[in-house]
C-alpha cells in the first residue's frame, strides 16, 4: 500500500486524486485519502441512498473513488460514478512497487490515458454496514463493464459529463482550483449536494460568496492546513513543500478549505460570545461604518452594528445568530465586496463583515395536533419537557376518546377540519392556549396521480390544504408534517415540489425526507416522509439517536406467554424485565393492559402449529396457502430483528408477518403498540377494530420524540455548546 501521509501513515491504494485540467502544477494537487476520510467520517448518515459523482478525477488514481468504493457498502450508495480527463497520469505505486493491473473498458478493449472514461459502480460485493477489501475493490475496477469511454475528453463542462451531474445526487471533488468557481457555477445550476475540497480565497469569489451570504453554502470540518501529493515534475520551494522517503513530493496549503451544502453540526451551534465592546478596543475602518474585530474569539456580545471579523469565522458561522452582510477586500470584485479595509491607513487582510441577528428563543412549545388520532405525535413530543400539546383534533370519535383519556390536559375536539365551525372553534382553542406549534399527517390522497397533474389542486388533497390554510391563520413558529414515504417518490418528486412551494409561500424554511423508526429506537422499520418548517431557523431532520437497533426480543420478550383467546384488558405484570427497552416501556406503569390474544378460528391455529419459530408461509403445504398471494402472510416475526412496519390488521394471522416468534397467535395489541414505541403507561381504549386502527395508524412515538428533541436543540432557549475560537 501506498505511503500517502508524512507521518509514515499507510492507508488507501494506488488510487490517487489526479486532474489535469491544465498544464499549470497547481491544477495537480492530489488528496490523501486521510484528508478525505477524515472529513467524509462527519456526513456518512446523508449519503445513504444517494448517487455519487466524482467528476474531476481519474477513477484508477483518485483516493476519492477508492474511498467510496471502500465504504461502499458501508455508507448504502446508491451508484457511485468517477470520471476522467483525458491525459491524467497514472502513477500506480503500492508500498513503491508497480500496481500490475491492465483495465479494459466495456467492449474489452485496453484503456488509454489519453482519452476520457467514466466508472459507474452499482453494487459492490461485501457485507452490508463492512468495508470492502482491496482484493473486491481491485476485482470491482477490472471488471468487464464497470469502465465505458466517452466521446469527448471527459471535461467535467462537457455535455456528456453535466449529464452524469444530472444524475448525481452528491458531487464529491478536488476540482483544479482554476476552475473551481466554474465547477460550483454548475452545481447550483442543477441543485445538486456537494461537498469539494478549495482553496479559501474561493469563498470572496462573485459565484460563491452570494451563496454563502444567503446560508445556502458553508465551509466543512476541515478549514485550514491540508497537505497534498504533487507531480514529479514540481519545482521545489522554500516553504510547504518536501520530498517523504520514498521520493514522493508534497505541498500544503494553510488556507484549504471543504465547501459544502451538506449539513455541518457547527451550523447550529451558537458562538459563545465573553468580550464586552469597547472603541478603543475595536477601531472603526477608514472607509466604512463598521468595527473591526481582530480574532474571532474577540467578538463583542453587546455590538448591533457592523463588525468585520477574519475570515476564520466561517468556522464558526451560524445562520441564525449573525447575518453576513458582505465583504471587505477589494471593494470592487463585486457588489458584496464593500471596501477595502483599512484601519488608521493600514491596510489589513480580507474580513468578512457580520452583524448580529435579534432572535428570542422559544421557552414552551405548545402543539396543536391535527389528524391526531390515538395521539402518538403528541405523546411523544410532550415526552421532551418544553413540548405540551393543548388543542387536537380528529374526525374519529373513538381515536380522540384515546387521546382524551392518556393526555387529558388537552382540548381534544371531533369533528371535521372543512366544517368552518369546527374550524373556527379550532383557532379560538389554539389562540387562547397559545398554540405556536402544528403537528399533523394531513391524508394526500391524489399526489400518485399517472394523468393530469393537478397537485394541491386536486380535490383529493383538500385536507393537505386545510392544514396549510390553519398554518397561514396562527402562523406558529414551527410546523411539522409527517406522511408515507410515496409523497417524495411520486411523479418523479413533482408533488414534493409542489408542497414545498406552498410552504415557502407562507414564508417558512423548510427541511425534508424518509426518516426510519428503526434508527431512534423503535423495534421497527417504519419509513416516513416528514416536513419540518421552521419560520425563523432552518431545522435539519433529526439524526439517528441509536446505534444499535431495537429488536423484537427487546420489545415484547417479556409479553410471550398468551396463546390465542387469552389475556385481558387488565392484569398483572406476571414476567421480569428483559431488556432496557422493556424497563422504559414499563416505567410509569403499575399494571399491564390491552395485552389481549385475538381469538383465532382452530384452522388458524393449526395452520400456525406448522410453521417453525421465525419462519413463515414457505413452511407451509402448498394447499393450505389460501388466496392471499403476498410471500409474507403467515409469517412470524424474528426475534432479534426489527419488526415490518405494523398495520391496522396486525391482529389477523393471516395478514402479514404479525405473527408471534413462535406462539400460535398473532401479536397483541399492547405488543404491537410495544413495537410502535408506546410505553405501557399508554392505554387504548374501544372495541378491538378501533384498537387495532389507533395502533397500526400512530406516527411512533420515540420517532415523534426525536423530532421534537432536534426542534428544541435550533428554536429553544437552551446554553449554546462552546466552541473553540481563534
Given at each position: 500500500?501506498e ?7 499507510k492507508k ?7 486532474a489535469?485540467y491544465s498544464?499549470?502544477?497547481?491544477d495537480e ?5 486521510e ?5 467524509l ?7 445513504k ?5 466524482c467528476?474531476c ?12 468504493l471502500?465504504?461502499?457498502?458501508q ?7 468517477c ?8 502513477d500506480?505505486?503500492h ?8 483495465l479494459?473498458d466495456d ?8 482519452q476520457g472514461y467514466?466508472?459507474i459502480?452499482?453494487?459492490?460485493p ?6 470492502v ?8 475496477l477490472e471488471?468487464k ?13 462537457s455535455d456528456?459529463?453535466i ?20 465547477l ?9 449536494q ?15 460568496f ?10 466543512g ?23 517523504d522517503?520514498?521520493?514522493?513530493k508534497w505541498?500544503?496549503?494553510g488556507?484549504?478549505?471543504w465547501?459544502?451544502n451538506?449539513?455541518?453540526s457547527?451550523r ?10 469597547s ?5 472603526h475602518?477608514?472607509?466604512f461604518d ?6 474571532v474569539?474577540?467578538?463583542?456580545m453587546?455590538y448591533?452594528g457592523i ?5 476564520t469565522y466561517?468556522?464558526?458561522?451560524n445562520?441564525?445568530?449573525?447575518e453576513?452582510?458582505g465583504?471587505?477586500?477589494h471593494?470592487s ?10 484601519v488608521?491607513?493600514k ?7 457580520i ?7 422559544v421557552s ?8 391526531c ?17 393543548t ?6 370519535a373513538h ?6 383519556k392518556n ?15 369546527v374550524?373556527?372553534?379550532?383557532v ?11 403537528v ?5 390522497q ?12 386536486d380535490?383529493?388533497?383538500?385536507l393537505?390544504r386545510?392544514?396549510?390554510s390553519?398554518?397561514?391563520?396562527l402562523?406558529p413558529?414551527?410546523f411539522?408534517?409527517e406522511n408515507v414515504k410515496?409523497?417524495l417518490?411520486s411523479?418523479?418528486g413533482w408533488?414534493?415540489e ?11 424554511t ?11 429506537g423503535?423495534?421497527q ?16 431532520l433529526?439524526r ?7 429488536t423484537?426480543?427487546d ?7 398468551l ?9 398483572e405484570?406476571?414476567t ?5 427497552y ?13 395485552h ?8 388458524a391455529i393449526?395452520?400456525?402449529k406448522?410453521i417453525?419459530?421465525?419462519q413463515?408461509?414457505?413452511?407451509l403445504?402448498e394447499?393450505?396457502h389460501g388466496?392471499?398471494k ?5 409469517g ?5 430483528e426489527?419488526?415490518p412496519?405494523?398495520?391496522?390488521r396486525?391482529?389477523?394471522?393471516s395478514n402479514?408477518?404479525n405473527?408471534h416468534?413462535?406462539?400460535?397467535r398473532?401479536i397483541t395489541?399492547r405488543e404491537?403498540a ?12 374501544g ?10 395508524n400512530?406516527?411512533?412515538p ?7 428533541d432536534?426542534i428544541?436543540?435550533i ?12
Amino acid at each position: 500500500m501506498e505511503n500517502i501521509d508524512t507521518g509514515a501513515k499507510k492507508k488507501g491504494n494506488s488510487i490517487l486524486n489526479s486532474a489535469k485540467y491544465s498544464s499549470s502544477n497547481t491544477d495537480e494537487w492530489y488528496t490523501t485519502y486521510e484528508t478525505i476520510a477524515d472529513e467524509l467520517a462527519h456526513y456518512h448518515g446523508q449519503f445513504k441512498g444517494k448517487v455519487v459523482l466524482c467528476n474531476c478525477d481519474d477513477p484508477f488514481e483518485s483516493n476519492f473513488t477508492y474511498y467510496f468504493l471502500r465504504h461502499f457498502n458501508q455508507l448504502q450508495l446508491k451508484k457511485l460514478i468517477c470520471t476522467s480527463y483525458a491525459g491524467s497520469k497514472i502513477d500506480q505505486i503500492h508500498d513503491n512497487s508497480q500496481l500490475q493491473m491492465t483495465l479494459f473498458d466495456d467492449i474489452g478493449e485496453p484503456l488509454s490515458v489519453g482519452q476520457g472514461y467514466v466508472l459507474i459502480v452499482s453494487k459492490v460485493p461485501g457485507e452490508p454496514g463492512a468495508e470492502v477489501s482491496d482484493e473486491t475493490i481491485k476485482a470491482v475496477l477490472e471488471r468487464k463493464g464497470a469502465v465505458k469511454r466517452l466521446k469527448g475528453s471527459g471535461d467535467f463542462r462537457s455535455d456528456e459529463c453535466i449529464e452524469f451531474l444530472k444524475e448525481c445526487d452528491i458531487c464529491c471533488t478536488n476540482p483544479p482550483f482554476s476552475l473551481f468557481a466554474s465547477l460550483f457555477s454548475l452545481l447550483v445550476k442543477y441543485e445538486k449536494q456537494y461537498l469539494l475540497i478549495g482553496n479559501q480565497n474561493a469563498i470572496t469569489y462573485k459565484e460563491i460568496f452570494p451563496m454563502i451570504k444567503e446560508n445556502k453554502a458553508w465551509v466543512g470540518y476541515h478549514f485550514g492546513d491540508m497537505a497534498f501529493r504533487v507531480p514529479a515534475d514540481t519545482e521545489p520551494r522554500s516553504t510547504r513543500f518536501w520530498i517523504d522517503e520514498t521520493g514522493q513530493k508534497w505541498r500544503s496549503l494553510g488556507n484549504a478549505m471543504w465547501l459544502t451544502n451538506l449539513d455541518v453540526s457547527q451550523r447550529h451551534k451558537d458562538l459563545i460570545l465573553t468580550e464586552h465592546y469597547s472603541p478603543d478596543k475595536y477601531p472603526h475602518y477608514d472607509n466604512f461604518d463598521a468595527i473591526n474585530v481582530r480574532r474571532v474569539i474577540d467578538i463583542p456580545m453587546d455590538y448591533d452594528g457592523i463588525m468585520g471579523v477574519p475570515i476564520t469565522y466561517l468556522k464558526y458561522h451560524n445562520g441564525y445568530q449573525f447575518e453576513i452582510v458582505g465583504e471587505a477586500n477589494h471593494g470592487s470584485d463585486n457588489e458584496f465586496d464593500l471596501f477595502k479595509p483599512k484601519v488608521g491607513g493600514k491596510e489589513l487582510f480580507k474580513r468578512i463583515l457580520i452583524r448580529k441577528i435579534r432572535y428570542t428563543p422559544v421557552s414552551e412549545f405548545r402543539i396543536l395536533d391535527l389528524f391526531c388520532g390515538a395521539g402518538g405525535l403528541s405523546w411523544g413530543m410532550d415526552k421532551n419537557p418544553y413540548f405540551k400539546t393543548t388543542v387536537a383534533l380528529d374526525f374519529d370519535a373513538h381515536a380522540a376518546d384515546t387521546f382524551k383519556k392518556n393526555m387529558p390536559y388537552a382540548e381534544v375536539v371531533v369533528g371535521d377540519i372543512t366544517d368552518s365551525a369546527v374550524k373556527e372553534r379550532i383557532v379560538s382553542l389554539a389562540q387562547q392556549t397559545g398554540v405556536n406549534m402544528i403537528v399533523g399527517g394531513p391524508p394526500c390522497q391524489g399526489y400518485s396521480m399517472k394523468g393530469k397533474k393537478l397537485g394541491l389542486e386536486d380535490p383529493r388533497n383538500f385536507l393537505f390544504r386545510e392544514y396549510l390554510s390553519l398554518v397561514e391563520k396562527l402562523q406558529p413558529e414551527v410546523f411539522v408534517i409527517e406522511n408515507v414515504k410515496g409523497l417524495l417518490l411520486s411523479a418523479n418528486g413533482w408533488f414534493k415540489e409542489q408542497i414545498i412551494q406552498a410552504i415557502e409561500a407562507l414564508g417558512y424554511t423548510v427541511k425534508f425526507g424518509i426518516l426510519n423508526a428503526a434508527d431512534f429506537g423503535v423495534p421497527q422499520s417504519r419509513e416516513r416522509t416528514i416536513f419540518i418548517c421552521s419560520k425563523n431557523r432552518e431545522i435539519p431532520l433529526p439524526r439517528p439517536t441509536v446505534e444499535r437497533r431495537t429488536t423484537v426480543r427487546d420489545a415484547i420478550g417479556d409479553l410471550a406467554y398468551l396463546e390465542s383467546n387469552e389475556g385481558a384488558f387488565e392484569q398483572e405484570y406476571s414476567t421480569e424485565i428483559q431488556s432496557a427497552y422493556q424497563a422504559m416501556m414499563r416505567a410509569g406503569s403499575e399494571k399491564l393492559y390491552n395485552h389481549q390474544a385475538s381469538n383465532h378460528k382452530q384452522v388458524a391455529i393449526d395452520k400456525l402449529k406448522l410453521i417453525p419459530p421465525e419462519q413463515g408461509k414457505e413452511c407451509l403445504p402448498e394447499e393450505m396457502h389460501g388466496k392471499q398471494k403476498f410471500k409474507t402472510t403467515w409469517g412470524r416475526l424474528k426475534w432479534d430483528e426489527v419488526s415490518p412496519t405494523i398495520d391496522t390488521r396486525f391482529d389477523a394471522s393471516s395478514n402479514g408477518t404479525n405473527n408471534h416468534p413462535f406462539l400460535n397467535r398473532a401479536i397483541t395489541p399492547r405488543e404491537a403498540a410495544r413495537i410502535q414505541s408506546f410505553d405501557d403507561s399508554f392505554i387504548f381504549y374501544g372495541s378491538k377494530v378501533y384498537v387495532r386502527k389507533q395502533v397500526g395508524n400512530a406516527v411512533p412515538p420515540l420517532l415523534a420524540k426525536a423530532i421534537a428533541d432536534q426542534i428544541y436543540s435550533i428554536l429553544g432557549a437552551t446554553e449554546p455548546e462552546c466552541s473553540e475560537n481563534d
